[in-house]
């Protein structure tokens, strides 16, 4: 016998489970991985105390983490999805921008549909790639750093929903990489393109967040948005979504994603286009800001192929 009590202890009653494990997790080299780890040990201990989980209960929970992970595939991101729909999603990203949540910021959710290697497109290009019906849009964008100043050369990513709420790679009926596109600003910070007007969408509900929502009494939709990502060294990646305030769900996101900041001037026109002689009526335009703020320029990992 060592006489180490850290090394032999013996659990003798409940209270003793959360101490030995906090002493494993205080033993951990890294610094940040050793405070993300006690502090989660800390809590989880704390919530199964209070609300006394049944061992019924707990196996349940564990069923739910692994099907979440099953259901999560190239096309289909389950864990991203339930992670919004707990408000987690948006809570890690007002935590991370915007002076550390102390004001508005131009960061949004990434979500469950990102793509890299978005065909490039030429500045007032159209994104549409197989034949979509919907309202033409008419998008003008410009970015800029905190003061202002246009950024030139930033890689800007877009993707949308189709009108019928789908994304493409969720409809066989879509061609791949359908209303996905980059651009590169001009010199002042201005990208261009055309496609048709979004609308609000069903999240998928076939899995463990569809179960959630219905014990919830919880309707599934997030509202209208276009998806920007931003890259340029120097500056911290932006991942935007702009919303269309005339949406009917705008003040119920099911993922709780919707800032003021994050609100766009959808401007609908019932007269010509000024300049586009095959645009139909009604059509659409929206011109957005998108500020930047300075750090280190690192692409997240795409949560679908």
Not at 72 to 82: G, I, S, Y
Request: net charge negative.
């Amino acid at each position: 016998m060592t006489g180490d009590r850290e090394a032999s202890m013996m659990i003798e009653r409940e209270q003793d489970v959360t101490a030995a494990a906090l002493a494993v997790m205080e033993r951990t080299s890294d610094p940040r991985l050793r405070q993300i780890m006690v502090s989660l040990v800390k809590h989880l201990h704390a919530f199964v105390r209070d609300v006394r989980l049944t061992e019924a209960e707990f196996r349940d929970a564990t069923a739910i983490v692994a099907e979440l992970g099953k259901l999560t595939t190239d096309t289909h991101n389950e864990v991203v999805l339930m992670a919004g729909s707990l408000g987690v999603s948006p809570l890690v990203c007002l935590l991370n921008n915007g002076d550390q949540g102390n004001t508005e910021t131009d960061q949004s959710l990434l979500g469950p549909f990102w793509r890299l290697n978005s065909p490039r497109v030429e500045n007032g290009g159209s994104i549409v790639r197989s034949e979509t019906p919907g309202a033409p849009l008419f998008v003008s964008g410009r970015v800029v750093d905190k003061d202002g100043r246009p950024v030139t050369g930033a890689e800007v990513d877009v993707w949308h929903a189709s009108p019928v709420g789908l994304y493409e790679n969720q409809d066989p009926e879509q061609a791949d990489m359908n209303l996905r596109g980059k651009f590169t600003t001009d010199q002042d910070g201005r990208f261009a393109f055309r496609s048709v007007m979004m609308v609000g969408y069903p999240i998928p509900t076939s899995g463990v967040v569809g179960r959630l929502l219905k014990a919830q009494s919880r309707h599934p939709y997030r509202p209208a948005h276009l998806h920007a990502l931003i890259f340029k060294p120097g500056f911290k990646v932006l991942i935007s979504q702009v919303y269309d305030p005339a949406d009917p769900h705008i003040d119920s996101d099911v993922q709780f994603g919707v800032t003021q900041a994050l609100i766009g001037k959808f401007l609908r026109h019932d007269t010509p286009h000024p300049t586009a002689r095959d645009v139909a009526t009604p059509w659409y335009s929206l011109d957005h800001t998108y500020r930047l703020e300075t750090g280190e320029a690192v692409l997240p990992r795409p949560p679908i192929k």
